[in-house]
């Protein structure tokens, strides 16, 4: 640690200055970019590393970008672009699953930050590209993909910007291998874009307090934030706390996969998170490579244990995630793993369950599963590629003090994307979008209700990807709380009705109506003290039906 001296005034205009440029990339990102995923639904990250590379602040986007993005930057330096290779003007683009967040859409863009030629950080982001190639329109197709070459364009790190300036050859070679270059490109330009806009503030920032004041507050701030984390961690009883959930299949016709976590507080303000127990890598687009498991697992820790200190490499020392080789968790290459955002939610909710009894307080039902389908093909009016890539959100679980909320990102600090941008860029119409009556989970407080969206296709052909679950295993309740309602998915709901499973691609012709029907979330303590006037109140607002507040609560007229 550097011997500057550092008063509390500086310091803190500092770190302000630091967490305010990490949130500028992606607020610059969000309204530059070209794809609904990216400007609507908040699919994007961003973050400021050190000149060592390492975390120092990062935006309230994306946990699973934001969890890989240490491990990224540390990987590209050590093994790609060592010492001083970069140039000033340089920028590394990859999207490796095994190297970045997991599947081939998320692009990452690294950036390093020179001021008079001496490197002095870098800026990065994540953006979830609408498609990047492969099997299926979207590139997350689940069923019937068994490595990771049938998921799309690969892009180990490469030098993608060269004296400021993006390399023509290299992009044409990215537009060549996707199925909406225009929208790809201008996701990729708001990418850089948001970078370079950062990196001069970043500049200013060292010209004006100079590095070694600059550079003496980032270690400072990461000796604090460590501090802070080990001493929340002590505070867990130690012992070993375990959690096991079950996602319905990787497929049609095949075995749910087995979600376990061992998870070890030893009492001195450390904690080991061991995956070892879950099921083998799976033969389709679902595995969850090392990376994208850390992200999530480090999420959850931190949401229970140390919330409000701000995320750096500090925060990351004292928490250790590891998982058996070729597990489902940590899969070798090329396990394909396109589908793998679906994990996220249940990654938590297991942790959730695992340390409920330490942390009740904390604790919640089950979240409500979300939906991430994916409709595409040619568009009949344009004679273009479309890929309708969507969002669904549901319902949060109960809670020791609240009733869980409905229509909220789970998990990723996602949206769901307004109907209306749907419909103008896709053709397709949205024919229903409600929440489901008595779907959430009876309690003392209520589970979220789940979320119908029915959708219709309205062109001759295209090729619909689903990407969802909780249809075979309940949101579990806690503490007596009940399970939410299970999710369904159905073609054609009102005519010739057939059931879908959760995760398969398959072809739709013009009027065919998909309606993804999403699980209600948990309930937390028993429903018998629900208090009257929140079960009143449930009736008035349609959240459930009398018929059902008399049966889960024994409530009727009068009480």
Not at 155 to 182: A, S, T, W, Y
Not at 318 to 332: D, H, L, M, Q, T
Request: proline share 6%.
């Amino acid at each position: 640690m550097s011997d500057v001296a550092l008063d509390p005034l500086t310091l803190t205009v500092i770190w302000k200055n630091v967490l305010s440029i990490a949130e500028e990339i992606g607020i610059t990102l969000r309204h530059t970019a070209y794809s609904e995923g990216v400007r609507e639904g908040d699919d994007f990250s961003s973050a400021v590393f050190d000149a060592r590379g390492r975390l120092v602040s990062q935006g309230p986007f994306s946990p699973g970008h934001l969890g890989s993005f240490p491990y990224v930057v540390r990987a590209v330096l050590d093994d790609w672009f060592p010492g001083e290779s970069l140039r000033p003007g340089d920028a590394v683009l990859l999207n490796d699953s095994a190297i970045g967040t997991g599947h081939f859409p998320d692009t990452m863009l690294i950036m390093p930050v020179f001021l008079d030629g001496r490197r002095i950080g870098f800026v990065c982001n994540s953006a979830h590209q609408v498609d990047m190639g492969g099997a299926a329109p979207g590139s997350q197709k689940v069923q019937g993909v068994t490595e990771a070459y049938q998921e799309g364009l690969r892009i180990l790190p490469i030098r993608f910007v060269r004296d400021g300036k993006i390399d023509e050859d290299l992009l044409r070679v990215v537009l060549g291998n996707v199925r909406m270059p225009d929208k790809v490109q201008g996701d990729l330009i708001a990418q850089h874009s948001a970078n370079c806009s950062a990196a001069v503030r970043l500049e200013r920032l060292f010209r004006d307090y100079g590095t070694a004041t600059v550079e003496r507050v980032y270690d400072e701030m990461m000796v604090r934030s460590e501090a802070a984390m080990r001493a929340a961690l002590a505070k867990v009883p130690a012992g070993t706390y375990s959690g096991e959930d079950f996602l319905d299949d990787y497929g049609p016709d095949t075995p749910p996969v087995r979600i376990a976590i061992d998870i070890t507080f030893d009492g001195l303000g450390g904690v080991t998170l061991d995956y070892s127990r879950s099921s083998d890598q799976v033969p389709a687009g679902l595995n969850s490579y090392l990376n994208f498991t850390r992200a999530y697992a480090v999420f959850a820790i931190k949401v229970f244990c140390n919330a409000l200190w701000p995320q750096n490499d500090g925060n990351l020392r004292p928490i250790k995630v590891v998982a058996r080789e070729g597990s489902f968790f940590n899969p070798r290459f090329p396990a394909p793993s396109g589908g793998r955002a679906v994990l996220q939610v249940r990654v938590f909710d297991t942790i959730n369950q695992a340390l409920a009894g330490a942390m009740p307080e904390r604790a919640m039902g089950a979240f409500s599963h979300w939906s991430n389908p994916n409709i595409g093909g040619i568009d009949d009016r344009t004679g273009r590629a479309f890929v309708m890539y969507d969002m669904a959100l549901a319902g949060y679980g109960g809670r020791h003090d609240c009733d869980g909320p409905e229509g909220l990102s789970p998990v990723m600090n996602c949206s769901n994307i307004p109907v209306e941008v749907l419909e103008t860029h896709n053709p397709i119409l949205v024919r229903r979008l409600e929440f489901i009556t008595n779907s959430g989970g009876a309690g003392k407080h209520r589970g979220g209700c789940g979320l119908r969206k029915d959708i219709e296709l309205r062109n001759s052909t295209a090729t619909l990807s689903l990407l969802g679950d909780r249809h075979k295993f309940d949101p579990r309740g806690l503490f007596g709380g009940e399970p939410g309602v299970r999710a369904e998915t159905i073609l054609n709901p009102d005519r010739n009705a057939r059931s879908l499973p959760s995760k398969a691609t398959l072809a739709m012709q013009r009027g065919d109506v998909v309606s993804l029907r999403l699980s209600g979330a948990g309930g937390y303590g028993p429903p018998a003290a629900r208090e009257g006037q929140a079960i009143a109140r449930d009736i008035a607002d349609g959240y459930i039906t009398a018929e059902h507040a008399k049966a889960k609560y024994g409530y009727g007229p009068g009480d």
